[in-house]
């Protein structure tokens, strides 16, 4: 997973999750109160009363269970499906958003069927290797005396 974004000018937010095989990103647009749930899930923070997806996956642990991984699942018109797939089994039908929400509290792996990320992904450009290595270069022949300007 890469993280959520913020999709100008519209000030929309994406989950944006990247393939791990091949330099592909899935973007998903997402609300805004899902998009902050990720963000506190993702820097590990508790809130003081139990938000939603924590609710939910108290609830799976009742039952004997854990959250074991998430799967992007398919798209239908514009919506995005996802499975929230537990240790014994069981396999509940979920937003993405909300899927990814909980996958970064119970930290399990989150992953997208091969044609959704096909049909669905947009390519990352690949690094310019000589271009990094250039970069490279220059952070180690850099002092912050390169860049003190006269006046």
């Not at 913020?6 to 998009?35: F, H, M, T």
């Not at 089994?89 to 044609?115: H, N, Q, T, W, Y």
Request: aromatic share 6%; proline share 8%.
């Amino acid at each position: 997973m890469v993280g959520v974004r913020i999709e100008l000018p519209a000030n929309q937010p994406i989950l944006l999750l990247k393939a791990v095989d091949r330099p592909r990103y899935l973007p998903i647009w997402i609300g805004s109160s899902e998009a902050n749930a990720i963000g506190i899930a993702q820097r590990g923070l508790t809130p003081p009363r139990p938000l939603s997806h924590h609710l939910m996956l108290d609830i799976i642990e009742k039952y004997g269970a854990r959250l074991e991984e998430v799967v992007i699942t398919g798209r239908e018109n514009h919506t995005f499906l996802a499975e929230l797939r537990t240790t014994d089994g069981k396999v509940i039908s979920a937003r993405p958003s909300d899927a990814v929400a909980m996958s970064l509290i119970a930290e399990c792996p989150v992953f997208a069927e091969d044609l959704v990320v096909d049909e669905n992904g947009i390519d990352a450009p690949e690094p310019d290797e000589d271009e990094v290595d250039r970069f490279r270069e220059f952070l180690d022949h850099v002092s912050p005396e390169d860049f003190e300007g006269g006046s």
